[in-house]
């Protein structure tokens, strides 16, 4: 009788056929690899509050937060993960996507010359911007009559970009632009006389997370508020500054309209009420028609000055004496024309050029001449406006 070819049995044996046993694999050590036991779910590196709702973090497993050096403020995930919270200062290092740069002893107060630096190592994923915000930020202020940051300076430096930054900034944000390789954090303070306290969360952005170029601050919600830096009652804007602010346009908004904070918080020079000499003069307020740019045989055009783009740019006629139908330029001690303020008195620019933003255009650090209470800056709060059916 054929049996057929001999079957593996897990017991007895093929009759005339010696046992045939078979053994479980087994790795030999060299193939063996260390495995980690996680009985957490890994949460999404998704961003999160702190019990105290100060901080952002990331949310991750408590292990991860441990051997990424963060600290746990909280719980994530649907009590899975941890709000995990980095802070890095002097001669630290920002190796994540999110970690807040504080100043030494934060809150106390520094009050003693030091120079202080932190590195930014990109992560893995590539990155094209670093988003500062300025949590707090008070280092000393530029020089009054010059608005050069003279003593107290923050750079932030990489490949040929390089920012500045001095005074007091708390609630601002920046973009920069980034290359390859590492990006250094440097506050140089060699005054005795300030008090310095400063708190930044830094992010880390891909492309697809941006700001527009060109853009230092982008703004993206449908109304706000606009500050040019070092904004303060008894400030000084700085000087050297060339820089787009920009605004998200929503969907089913077509315009947008700017208007001061109070009514004297646009201080940009001088009023051009006075000419150079200090004689009365035919110019108007926020037109851009003012004291002539130094260094210039002809024209008008402010040295420091803020640029709102007009509807019709092909009539745009910026710093000239004629009538033009609009005037980008704006400078002085008042946004607005005299003969474009509302019956109240209030001052209010609308546009629809696309896309929404404003130029801040100020020159080197130069003596003025004049008030230094002309070169407080501006604080303008910003609305879009609704497509007209």
């Known amino acids: 009788m054929n049996l057929g070819p001999p079957r ?45 709702k100060r901080r ?24 899975f993960g941890v709000c995990c919270i980095f802070t890095t200062s002097c001669g630290g290092e920002v190796i994540n996507n999110l970690t807040y740069v504080i100043s030494p002893g934060f809150p106390d107060l520094i009050e003693r010359p030091m120079n202080c ?26 020089d009054r009559r010059t608005g050069v940051c003279a003593e107290d300076v923050m750079e932030i430096r990489n490949g040929n970009n390089s920012f500045q930054l001095c005074g007091w900034n708390s609630g601002q944000h920046v973009y920069m632009d980034i290359a390859e390789g590492e990006t250094i954090l440097d506050f140089r303070l060699p005054s ?14 891909p492309f697809e997370q941006r700001a527009p170029a060109g853009c230092l601050q982008y703004f993206e919600m449908p109304r706000g508020t606009i500050r040019t830096l070092n904004y303060l009652p008894n400030g000084r804007y700085l000087a ?14 077509c315009s ?8 004297n918080s646009f201080r940009i020079g001088p009023s051009r009420n006075m000419g150079s000499s ?62 474009e303020l509302e019956e109240s008195g209030n001052c209010r620019v609308e546009t629809s050029a696309t896309p929404f ?33």
């Open 117 to 142: 630096s932190v590195i930014i190592r990109g992560i893995e994923q590539p990155v094209s911007q670093l988003r500062l915000d300025f949590v707090h930020f008070n280092i000393g202020q530029p």
């Open 357 to 389: 933003r404003i130029r801040v255009a100020f020159g080197p650090g130069e003596e003025a001449g004049s008030s230094p209470e002309d070169y407080l800056g501006m604080c303008l709060m910003y609305e879009q406006q609704p497509c007209m059916a």
């Open 278 to 339: 200090g004689s009365d003069s035919m110019e108007v307020e926020g037109s851009g028609t003012g004291p002539m740019e130094s260094g210039q045989n002809s024209g008008s055009r402010c040295r420091d000055r803020v640029l709102i783009p007009c509807d019709f740019e092909e009539f745009i006629t910026p710093g000239n004496n004629g009538a033009g139908i609009c005037d980008m330029e704006h400078c002085g001690t008042s946004l607005c024309p005299r003969n």
């Open 56 to 79: 952002r973090g990331l949310c991750m497993n408590t292990y991860e937060c441990r051997i990424q050096q963060g600290k746990s403020h909280g719980s994530c995930a649907l009590g």
């Open 256 to 263: 947008i309209s700017y208007a001061p904070c109070t009514p």
């Open 8 to 52: 593996t049995l897990n017991h007895g044996v093929v009759p005339g056929k010696e046992e045939t046993i078979v053994q479980p694999r087994r790795s030999t050590p060299s193939t063996m690899t260390p495995r980690i036991l996680n009985f957490f779910p890994v949460p999404v590196e998704e961003e999160c509050l702190s019990e105290d």
């Open 240 to 253: 050297g500054q060339d820089h787009l602010i920009c605004v998200r346009q929503e969907q089913g908004m």
């Open 192 to 205: 005795t006389l300030q008090s310095r306290m400063w708190e930044m969360s830094i992010v880390q952005l």
